[in-house]
Each structure stands twice: as structure tokens, then as C-alpha cells.
């Protein structure tokens, strides 16, 4: 312990300037633009690994806040490595000859997808007028004919042959009916009708229909050889027009084959292809008209060529290296891909000509960035994205297949090969709960690669700042900046850090920053930026945002809220509490107040009885119990109640940033020994005395000073702060120009004990060769109240014998007179 009182900050401990000579330059016209990644070395090692490591599931997720540059860097790394990789192959879907519910899948060398369809495209164009000529010259339709005509004298002949033959019989004919010939019962070769057939005798009756049944057979079996004859025909001419298009259908697909005789693939498609148009070369003979859509079912095609088209879904420019693609909006359609509809008699239909490419199709042979929230967001796409990664190959299904519990018909496309590096861009918690929920995620994702908030803040750190400016200006046409206002932008940075030896890595804000000091700077008609234009950019940045602070200062100053920072008041500090809007923080004074009193009930936290005190709030209070019963209750019991709470706080307050406060002032209400209001404290407490650092120290005592300042600067005010905090301090001038000019103070402490001269001006006292503390240090007074309670709780409700003192301070020790004996 030291009951010296400690000696404030230096203004320069309260922000590490950067010097404009130590960047090397006049403006950052004379600075190399950022071409590269700073400040996240280890993360971008990470990023690396997952790239280079050649195996499945070593997908790459970056973590780390927005506004960090992950996304920037992690794209440009990739667009400089796929520059030099080979650029995948095309894709196109085809009509699958077999099966025609499962498009095939045709993969090219890259670029020539459009060639192939185009390719096919004249080949249909020709064909179909080459074949249309063919099957419809003189000498195919005299064919055609001459094999109709042959068919026809073959039924007739068959025709003659049978009625001949009926002519012979006594009792049926042969009759023409609207529905054909029919064999009917009649009398001498005059058909009868049934009301005479009725006044027949009954064994002629038996006699006509009988032969009416065998001459029946007979003529059905004319009819079926009649068919036949048809049937034959029909074949006849269908070979016809096969052989009459076979010639020409090898003429145009050999044409095509020729071009594309290295890629075997489209050599068995167009062979497929040819098969199947010499296989239905009647369709291509049946014309345009409007009868020829008569009969067609949902879904046939009336363009005969249709069904040879090719569909090319991927096509890269040859030697463009890898694909780096990044999908802002990844749904399942805009991930997978999707299969289009189209209305035909009323039916939604699908063919493979309405197949269309997805994120992932693009970026095959090479990149996908995601962000991770976006695609969780659509969960239908996560596990389609998932699936295609486990499976090696893209599955294109209609979404319904996810969703509906019964099966449906559509379209399968066959899948595609997958080789896809996939980078999500992601939070910390996005990360952990995919990694702890998700058994896929862990497969799947191996790498993480960590991008901090912020970098070491050296000389390499700080030019590459400059460097990141130069960058902006360049791609954004912005002025240059003068080296004093980039060293502001740094020590903006380390503002943004928390850290006085850190620099941010967000980014996102100091390029926002840039950006506004160079707008200042124009609207003042400057050429360069300067420090005041930087300046001027945080100051109205602050204005816009911190509206809510302005209000909560507008209380202090009339009074609506209590805040006096001048006198000396026993068990009563301030604390700091640190609020947030959006993105604007700022901190209010509280006042921890404290009342003691004999009793057992020990300290009583107002906020935590009510259920307004968090668990790190509650833990904090049970520390300081515990370092108080350490402290003055080694050798009687500590007889006490005391009540902690905050004054004019209405929410729920959390975390132990102000145990030391309310350490403060329950010694202080115990010793009732005063403590200067014009003064706070922020820090944590363990139960040795540790004064340990917290979180928003910066942003706490400018928030005291603050409201100091609109209740009026004394000179005595300040803020005691944790020693370890010392490197966190990036205040602004004015609190460095207040305390330069001994109007504020920072004082450091690393022990309760340290505090107590600069809050009463006592000394916290020590332990002597006795064991007790000296009187008049805070120790001595608040021990010698703590022994007068527990005596006066062990003589509550005790007699006192005549001529008998109370026990007190300064009867304790003495020998009582001995009792005089009864008298006998």
C-alpha cells in the first residue's frame, strides 16, 4: 500500500500524436497507392491456406465486424490469383435423345459455348429448308404416291375379291354405311331390315345369322389385311423420307462435325442429333400452318428444330483466368439457378431451353463470396449450397423439391461437376453458432480466417494509412492530402482502435472520412486537404450523430438531472456509464450513494433487489463485500448494513466497471469521512484492492468533462481512471487542452488505496506493528466505527449494572473494581 497521492496524467500520456514529418512526404500525391492488404497479415495467411490447400472442404469462412475491409481484401486477393489461373470450361444443357425429363449436361473448351449454338443454329436453318425441298420435290412426292397408289389397288383388289364372293350367298350382303361396309343378313342378295327379318321362320333366322358370323370373320380378316397394306405404305414412305433426308442430314452435320472434331462430346450429340432428325424427318416436311398444331400435346415443340438448340447457361472469355464472382442477393434461384416456365393450353411446361445459370454455375473453376447472414436468411439456398459441396456437383432442382411433400414432374437436369472455392463473409457469432449447430458447416468450412479491428500502430502501419488514402484519391478523384491532415486521420484511427499503440482496421470509416474531409476542403476551394478540413469532417460527424448526448448535457446544465462536481459529500461518488445511439457513444455521470449503519444485513444493492442490476453489476458488489470483510474483520464479526444505488438511473445497469466507485463510498460512509464531488472514478474491483481496466475509458471522461464543463470548471475536477487504462486514452484537445491547462485531471491508480488521498485528501492507512490502522487515516476511522457497532450489537438489549460504564473505544482494556462481598 502508498499513501502518497498520485500524480495526474501529462496531457501527452492522454493521446500518441503522430508526427507529419515522420511520414516522409508533403501530400499523398508523392505516395504509392494501397495495392494490398495491411494490418491483417495472419487472416490473409489464413485466406491463403484454404486456397491453396487442394482438397475438399477447405472452404474459407472470414470473420470479423463489418466495415473491417475483409470483403475488399479477400476479393482483390482472389482476383490477382484467378488472373493467373486457367479459365474453365463453358456449359451448355442439350435435348437428352433417351430420356428427354433429363436434359444433358455438355461441357466445352471456354468461349465456345456461343459458338456451338450458333453453329447449330445455321445448321437447323438449313436443314429445315433442305429437308422441306427434299420431301416436297416432284420426284419424292411421286414416290410417295406411286406407294400410296400401290397400297390403295392392293385394299381395292382385296375389296373386289370379298364382295365377289358375297354376291354368291343366298343369305347376307355386303353394306355401305356411314360408319363403312358392314355385312348385313338379306334374301337373295337384298338386305332385309329387322322387322322382316322378324316375320322370317325361326330356322331360317338360325340359318342367316349363322352365316352372317362366318362371312363376318372372313371380312374382318379382309379389314385387317387391308390395314396392313397401310400400315405398310405408311413404313414405306417413312423409310422414303429417312433415305431422302439421311443425305442431307449428313451433308449439314458433317459440316458442323468438321468444326468440332476435338471435342468428342459434341460429336456424339450431333451424331445423336442427326439420328434423331433423319428418325422424325416428317415433322420438317409438315410446314408451318395452322393444321399443324392440331392434335399436339402440352409441351411439343411446334418448331420442329426446337429440340436441337443448344442452351448455353456458362460462357467465359478464353484465357480471362478464373471466375472471382460475389452474389449480393443469394436465394436459391440466384445461387442454384432456376428452370422457367411457360404456359401452353393452360399447363405450365418446361423444356432445357429455359434452363438458366446460378451464382455457383458462374463461378465453377473458380470463386464464390457470399455473405454469410444473407444466405443463412434464405435457409432453402444454405442447404442447396451445402448439398452441392458434399455431393462435388451441382444439382439443379426445382425449389417445390425442398418444400412440398409430394412428388411432382419436372425437369432433372443432369448435374454438373462442382469445383468451387466458396469464401463467407461473416460475424464472429455467425461462425460459432454454425460451427457448434451445423455438423456440414464444420466439414465443409475448415479454415477461418480472423480479421481483427485493429493493426500495431508503427511507422509501417501509419504510412500504410497514407498509402490507403493515396488509394482513395486516386480511384475516387479526390484532392490529395497534406501530411498533417493524414496524421490526424491516424490518430483518428487510433481513436477508433480504443488504443493509443493500435490502428483501426475498419476500413469502411476512415475511407468515409477521407472522403468527407475532401468534400470540405473543395467547398472551401482548396487543392489539398488539410488538417483542418480533417478536423472539420470528425467535428460535423459528431454534430450529426450525437444529438442524444446534446439533450442528456441540456438536463445536466438545467438541472433536471443532478449532477454537482464541486464540494466534498460523505458516501456519495460519480460514476460513468457509457450509452449508446447506433453508432454514436457517450458517457453520463452517475452518482453512487451509500448509507451505513449498525446491523447485519451487510451491503444491500438497491439496483440488484429490484432486479435492475445485471450479473456482472451483482458480482461486482459481492467482490467489494468480500475485500470489505477481508479489510476490518479479522478479529470481530462485521456488524453492519449498508444500502448502494444509483441516483436517477431508470434502467438496467450492467457490468463492474463501477464497484470501485461504490467501494469508495461505503468506506466512506462508514468512516464518514467526505469525498470531493468533483471528481469520478471508472474501474473494476477484485477483492485484493486490484483496481483492474475496463471498456469506454476514453469516452467516460470525456463524458465527465463534459458535464463539468456546462456546470463549470473548477480546476479540482477530474477522473480517476485504471492504471492499466493508461494505453487506451485517445482523448480530444479539449480535454488535453483543459488538463494542459490544469483545469481537468486524469489521475492513473492501480489499488483502492491510491484513490483515497485524491478523493479526501486522508491517506488510506496501513497496517501497523499492532495490527491496527492509525487513527486518523480512512482505515483507522472505518475500523474503529465497525468495532464500535459490533460491540454495540453484543451489548444491544443488556442490562447496564449500576456503576458500570458501556464499553466504548476508550473503556476497553480497563479493570472493573471488584464487586463488594454480601454482608452476612
Request: charge should be negative.
Amino acid at each position: 500500500m502508498t499513501d502518497g497521492k498520485p500524480a495526474p496524467l501529462k496531457p501527452d500520456a492522454l493521446r500518441r500524436r503522430c508526427d507529419p514529418g515522420s511520414l516522409g512526404f508533403e501530400t499523398t500525391a508523392e505516395v504509392e497507392p494501397l495495392r494490398q492488404s495491411i494490418g491483417q497479415g495472419l487472416a490473409m495467411q489464413a485466406v491463403r491456406f484454404g486456397l491453396e490447400v487442394d482438397h475438399p472442404g477447405y472452404n474459407v469462412f472470414a470473420t470479423g465486424l463489418s466495415g473491417s475491409g475483409r470483403t475488399t481484401m479477400i476479393r482483390q486477393l482472389l482476383e490477382a490469383r484467378a488472373a493467373d489461373e486457367p479459365t474453365p470450361s463453358d456449359w451448355c444443357y442439350v435435348y437428352n435423345f433417351d430420356e428427354a425429363r433429363e436434359p444433358s449436361a455438355l461441357q466445352l473448351p471456354s468461349g465456345r459455348g456461343p459458338h456451338l449454338r450458333d453453329d447449330v443454329a445455321a445448321m437447323l436453318r438449313e436443314l429445315r429448308a433442305s429437308l422441306a425441298k427434299a420431301l416436297q420435290s416432284e420426284e419424292f412426292r411421286k414416290r410417295r404416291d406411286e406407294i400410296a397408289e400401290e397400297a390403295m389397288e392392293k385394299q381395292r383388289a382385296l375389296i373386289e375379291n370379298f364382295q365377289q364372293q358375297m354376291e354368291e350367298e343366298r343369305y347376307v350382303s355386303l353394306t355401305q354405311t356411314p360408319a363403312g361396309y358392314v355385312v348385313a343378313p338379306a334374301l337373295g342378295n337384298e338386305p332385309i331390315d329387322e322387322k322382316r327379318f322378324q316375320t322370317l321362320p325361326e330356322e331360317q333366322r338360325e340359318e342367316i345369322l349363322a352365316r352372317r358370323r362366318e362371312m363376318e370373320k372372313v371380312f374382318a380378316e379382309v379389314q385387317r389385311q387391308a390395314r396392313e397394306f397401310e400400315r405398310q405404305a405408311q413404313r414405306r414412305v417413312i423409310d422414303l423420307q429417312r433415305s431422302a433426308a439421311h443425305d442431307v442430314v449428313a451433308h449439314c452435320v458433317g459440316e458442323v462435325k468438321a468444326r468440332w472434331e476435338n471435342v468428342p462430346a459434341v460429336l456424339h450429340y450431333l451424331n445423336r442429333m442427326a439420328e434423331d432428325i433423319v428418325r422424325n424427318a416428317e415433322r420438317f416436311a409438315e410446314g408451318d400452318d395452322a393444321s399443324s398444331s392440331q392434335g399436339r400435346q402440352p409441351g411439343e415443340a411446334e418448331d420442329p428444330t426446337l429440340r436441337y438448340k443448344v442452351n448455353v447457361i456458362v460462357c467465359h472469355e478464353p484465357d480471362s483466368g478464373a471466375p472471382v464472382v460475389r452474389e449480393d442477393n443469394p436465394t436459391y434461384h440466384n445461387l442454384i439457378g432456376r428452370i422457367e416456365h411457360r404456359v401452353e393450353f393452360g399447363t405450365m411446361v418446361a423444356d432445357y431451353s429455359q434452363i438458366t445459370a446460378g451464382a455457383i454455375h458462374q463461378a465453377n473453376g473458380g470463386y464464390l463470396l457470399l455473405d454469410a447472414t444473407d444466405l443463412l436468411q434464405k435457409p432453402i439456398a444454405w442447404t442447396a449450397l451445402k448439398n452441392a459441396l458434399r455431393t462435388g456437383s451441382i444439382r439443379l432442382e426445382e425449389i417445390i423439391e425442398y418444400t412440398s411433400l409430394i412428388a411432382t414432374t419436372t425437369l432433372k437436369p443432369e448435374p454438373i461437376p462442382l469445383s468451387c472455392r466458396i469464401i463467407l463473409i461473416g460475424d464472429p457469432y455467425t461462425y460459432y453458432m454454425l460451427h457448434a449447430y451445423d455438423e456440414d458447416f464444420r466439414e465443409l468450412f475448415k479454415v477461418r480466417a480472423d480479421f481483427s479491428t485493429y493493426m500495431d500502430r508503427d511507422g509501417a502501419a501509419e504510412r500504410g494509412y497514407a498509402a490507403f488514402i493515396a488509394a482513395r484519391c486516386e480511384e475516387e478523384s479526390l484532392p490529395a492530402f497534406e501530411a498533417e491532415a493524414v496524421a490526424r486521420i491516424v490518430e483518428f484511427g487510433s481513436r477508433l482502435a480504443g488504443h493509443r499503440d493500435h490502428l483501426s482496421t475498419r476500413f469502411g470509416a476512415i475511407g468515409d472520412l477521407v472522403r468527407e474531409a475532401a468534400f470540405f476542403a473543395r467547398s472551401a476551394g482548396r487543392d489539398t486537404v488539410t488538417f483542418a478540413d480533417v478536423s472539420q469532417a470528425i467535428e460535423e460527424r459528431e454534430k450529426r450523430v450525437n444529438r442524444p448526448e446534446r439533450e442528456l448535457l441540456r438536463l445536466i446544465e438545467n438541472n433536471t438531472l443532478a449532477v454537482e462536481p464541486e464540494g466534498h459529500k460523505i458516501g456519495q461518488l460519480y460514476g460513468l456509464a457509457v450509452l449508446s445511439a447506433a453508432e454514436h457513444q457517450f458517457a453520463r455521470p452517475i452518482k453512487v450513494e451509500c448509507s451505513a449503519f449498525m446491523g447485519t444485513s451487510g451491503v444491500v444493492d438497491i439496483e440488484r433487489e429490484v432486479r435492475l442490476g445485471g450479473p456482472l453489476h451483482n458480482k461486482g458488489v459481492l467482490v467489494l463485500s468480500g475485500y470489505l470483510g477481508d479489510l476490518f474483520a479479522q478479529d470481530h464479526p462485521l456488524i453492519m448494513s449498508a444500502s448502494l444505488s444509483f441516483d436517477q438511473l431508470y434502467e438496467e445497469v450492467e457490468g463492474d466497471s463501477a464497484s470501485a466507485a461504490e467501494l469508495y463510498t461505503l468506506i466512506s460512509a462508514i468512516a464518514e469521512v467526505p469525498l470531493n464531488q468533483g471528481i469520478a472514478i471508472t474501474g473494476a474491483l477484485n477483492q485484493d484492492g486490484d483496481i483492474r481496466p475496463i471498456g469506454g475509458v476514453t469516452t467516460k471522461i470525456e463524458g465527465f468533462y463534459r458535464a463539468c464543463q456546462r456546470r463549470g470548471l473548477t480546476g479540482d475536477q477530474g477522473v480517476i481512471v485504471p492504471a492499466r487504462n493508461a494505453s487506451n486514452l485517445v482523448l480530444t484537445d479539449e480535454v488535453i487542452e483543459a488538463v494542459r491547462a490544469g483545469r481537468f485531471h486524469v489521475w492513473p491508480i492501480r489499488k483502492v488505496e491510491e484513490g483515497w488521498t485524491i478523493l479526501s485528501g486522508l491517506p488510506a492507512g496501513s497496517r501497523g506493528a499492532d495490527g491496527e490502522f492509525p487513527p486518523e487515516s480512512v482505515y483507522g476511522r472505518a475500523a474503529a466505527r465497525l468495532r464500535e457497532w459490533a460491540t454495540g450489537w453484543r451489548d444491544f438489549g443488556k442490562p447496564v449494572r449500576e456503576g458500570r460504564q458501556p464499553e466504548t473505544e476508550t473503556t476497553r482494556g480497563r479493570e472493573e473494581p471488584a464487586e463488594p462481598a454480601e454482608e452476612g
